[in-house]
C-alpha cells in the first residue's frame, strides 16, 4: 500500500482504517524525520477524538504515544520530535501487529464458536410418538407427523424450540435459561412444567393444554395484534384462532380449596398453591417466587363474591407479605 502525504495526515487524525494504520505506522518507523512535519508538544497533548470504526485500536494507540510523550516533556522539542519518534513509532508498530493479530484470533475464535451450534430439526415420520430428549434433560414427545427444530448447544442463554405439529413438553427446570416453544403465531414460555402444544400449519387453531408447573402464552412475530400474556395453571387450555387473532381460555376449577356453599374453604394449604388456586379462580395472574413461600401454609376461607384485592389484601395481612397492583390484571406478592 503506498503512503502518501495525504495518507499520513489522515492517519494523524484519526480517520484512516487499521490495514492503512498499519501501513502508516511501519513507514513512519523507516522515515522518523517525517515525524517533523506532522508533531509538536501542542498537537500531542491535545483531545482525541476517536473514529468510532476502531476506538479501541486508537485508543491505545494515543494512549501509548501519550505515556512517551509525558516521560520525555523536559527535553529540548527536537529532542521530542526525533530522540523518541523511533521509539513511538516502533511501539505504535509493534502495538499495531500484535492489535492486529488479536483482532484476527478473536475472529477466528468467535467462527470457531458459531461453528460448533448445530441446527438441528427432528421429524416424527412414524405413526407412534417419538421421544425426544434435550440436551438440557427435557423431554419431548412427538405425536406423528410433528417436527421440532432447535440449536445444539442452545444459545443466548434461551432454550428455544420450533415446533410444528403435536408435542407433549416436559421441562427440565433450569431458572437461568427460559424455555419457549415457538409454533406459528404463538411463543408458549415454561416456567418448570409439563405441556402440550398443538400447533398443526393448516390448521386454524393452536392449542396449548397445561398439566403441571405453569406456562405464559402470547403473540409473537408481526402478527402480534394482542400485547396481553396468558399465564396457565394446570388444567387450563388455550385456544388461539389464527384467523381471527383471539384467544380463548378454558379453566378446571382446582381441588385444593373446598367449596363450600360459594366458600373457598383453604386448611392448611401451601400458600404458593393458594395463589394458584386464585389466580385460576378470578382468571387473574399472581407473580410470586416459589422459594419465598415454600414452607409457608395458610388456613382460612372466602366468600367468592369478594374481590381478588380484598382476599389478596387479607392474606398478605396475616402473612407479613407485600402486594403489589401492576395493572388491573396483575399482582405481585413478595416478602
Known amino acids: 500500500?503506498?503512503?502518501?502525504?495525504?495518507?499520513?495526515?489522515?492517519?494523524?487524525?484519526?480517520?484512516?482504517?487499521?490495514?492503512?494504520?498499519?501501513?502508516?505506522?511501519?513507514?513512519?518507523?523507516?522515515?522518523?524525520?517525517?515525524?517533523?512535519?506532522?508533531?509538536?508538544?501542542?498537537?500531542?497533548?491535545?483531545?482525541?477524538?476517536?473514529?468510532?470504526?476502531?476506538?479501541?485500536?486508537?485508543?491505545?494507540?494515543?494512549?501509548?504515544?501519550?505515556l512517551h510523550t509525558i516521560t520525555q516533556r523536559s527535553r529540548r522539542l527536537s529532542v521530542l520530535k526525533y530522540g523518541i519518534a523511533a521509539t513511538v513509532v516502533a511501539a505504535l508498530v509493534v502495538f499495531a501487529a500484535a492489535y492486529f493479530t488479536r483482532d484476527t484470533l478473536i475472529r477466528q475464535s468467535q467462527q470457531q464458536v458459531v461453528a460448533t451450534f448445530v441446527h438441528k430439526t427432528i421429524n416424527n415420520s412414524s405413526a407412534k410418538v417419538k421421544v425426544v430428549k434435550m440436551?438440557?434433560?427435557?423431554?419431548?414427545?412427538?405425536?406423528?407427523?410433528?417436527?421440532?427444530?432447535?440449536?445444539?448447544?442452545?444459545?443466548?442463554?434461551?432454550?428455544?424450540?420450533?415446533?410444528?405439529?403435536?408435542?407433549?413438553?416436559?421441562?427440565?427446570?433450569?431458572?437461568?435459561?427460559?424455555?419457549?416453544?415457538?409454533?406459528?403465531?404463538?411463543?408458549?414460555t415454561a416456567l418448570g412444567t409439563r405441556f402440550k402444544v398443538i400447533a398443526v400449519p393448516n390448521a386454524p387453531e393452536t392449542i396449548v393444554e397445561l398439566f403441571?408447573?405453569?406456562?405464559?402464552?402470547?403473540?409473537?412475530?408481526?402478527?402480534?395484534?394482542?400485547?396481553?400474556?396468558?399465564?396457565?395453571?394446570?388444567?387450563?387450555?388455550?385456544?388461539?384462532?389464527?384467523?381471527?387473532?383471539?384467544?380463548?381460555?378454558?379453566?378446571?376449577?382446582?381441588?385444593?380449596a373446598k367449596q363450600q356453599q360459594h366458600l373457598l374453604v383453604f386448611d392448611k394449604v401451601n400458600l404458593s398453591?393458594?395463589?394458584?388456586?386464585?389466580?385460576?379462580?378470578?382468571?387473574?395472574?399472581?407473580?410470586?417466587?416459589?422459594?419465598?413461600?415454600?414452607?409457608?401454609y395458610y388456613i382460612g376461607s372466602f366468600d367468592q363474591s369478594d374481590s381478588i384485592q380484598h382476599i389478596l389484601e387479607n392474606i398478605v395481612k396475616v402473612n407479613g407479605l407485600k402486594l403489589i397492583r401492576p395493572n388491573d390484571n396483575e399482582y405481585i406478592i413478595t416478602r
Request: glycine fraction near 4%; charge should be negative.
Open 1 to 66: 500500500m503506498p503512503v502518501t502525504e495525504e495518507l499520513i495526515a489522515k492517519f494523524f487524525m484519526e480517520q484512516c482504517s487499521p490495514a492503512e494504520a498499519q501501513a502508516v505506522a511501519g513507514y513512519l518507523n523507516a522515515h522518523p524525520a517525517v515525524l517533523d512535519k506532522y508533531l509538536n508538544v501542542s498537537e500531542w497533548n491535545a483531545a482525541i477524538t476517536h473514529n468510532d470504526k476502531t476506538e479501541s485500536f486508537w485508543e491505545e494507540i494515543w494512549q501509548e504515544i501519550k
Open 135 to 188: 440436551p438440557d434433560g427435557s423431554i419431548i414427545e412427538l405425536a406423528a407427523g410433528a417436527k421440532i427444530a432447535y440449536d445444539e448447544p442452545f444459545q443466548h442463554n434461551k432454550r428455544d424450540i420450533l415446533l410444528e405439529g403435536e408435542a407433549l413438553f416436559r421441562v427440565a427446570k433450569d431458572k437461568t435459561k427460559p424455555f419457549t416453544v415457538y409454533s406459528g403465531q404463538l411463543a408458549t
Open 212 to 256: 403441571e408447573g405453569k406456562v405464559v402464552v402470547k403473540q409473537h412475530g408481526k402478527a402480534e395484534t394482542n400485547k396481553r400474556s396468558y399465564y396457565l395453571y394446570p388444567g387450563d387450555k388455550l385456544t388461539y384462532n389464527k384467523l381471527k387473532a383471539s384467544f380463548d381460555l378454558s379453566r378446571k376449577q382446582a381441588k385444593m
Open 273 to 296: 398453591d393458594v395463589f394458584d388456586q386464585l389466580a385460576s379462580t378470578y382468571n387473574v395472574h399472581i407473580q410470586y417466587a416459589n422459594d419465598d413461600f415454600e414452607k409457608m
